[in-house]
């Protein structure tokens, strides 16, 4: 075996519970709007790096372990570590899927701090400055260059190249994520400590933002949906009419 192929296995390898892709792009998104990468806040998220299904705060399924700027500057990319095996049904579930290739998808929900209207004639806008607040895997993201590149050990020599370049999350971060898919429900704020009280404000905030942020998500889709179901209407009947006059 060569050194290089030492080197790769040893650091790159995409392990059993593991998947890596790009969550964020500079692409326009389906949603009409772009987010710039460099502008997007990492840091409050790598104190919180939690992955969700389909952005639902409730639906924890892993831990981002690296995640940072591609070296292009184009692109956000992430290594995500699945729950460990028995933890949560829906994680299970997940990385099936995930490493089937049947659940590809990334996507991101970021709080929007500054941005600028796209000069296209749409309503669309360029998101350049926001703070990341999670990450989910979903079958059809906003972003249709987000998506799981690499499942296994036989991922291109780029994407593997990508991987040994992230930034990688303090494994303390992790395992407080994983430790509250363990934790039995809260008790009362009324019973808590201080800190304690302070800390499940704060995460029941993030999680309001994060449920805001999916249920805008899921407006969009429907909203797109109806577009899509009215253009093939007008097509059907645009179609009618010229086989008519013909």
Known sequence: MSAIHRFVGQLEQIGEDEVAGLCITGSLARDGDIWVPSGIDLAAYKRNPVVLRDHDPMRVIGTASAIGLTSD???IAIRIQFAPPGVSDIADEAR???KAGMLRGISAGIDP???EPLRDGTRGVRITSAELLEVSLVAIPAD????VTARSFSARRSTLAML???PTVSESARQRVLHRLHQPPPRPPGLMSA???AAFYADQARQRTMAVWAAGQASAAED???RRQELEAVQAIIESDDATRQ
């Open 73 to 75: 500057g184009n692109g």
């Open 224 to 226: 797109r949906e109806r």
């Open 195 to 197: 800190p304690e009280r």
């Open 164 to 166: 040994r370049s992230l």
């Open 144 to 147: 249709s260059d987000a998506l």
């Open 113 to 115: 701090i500054e941005s």
């Open 96 to 98: 099936g899927l995930a």
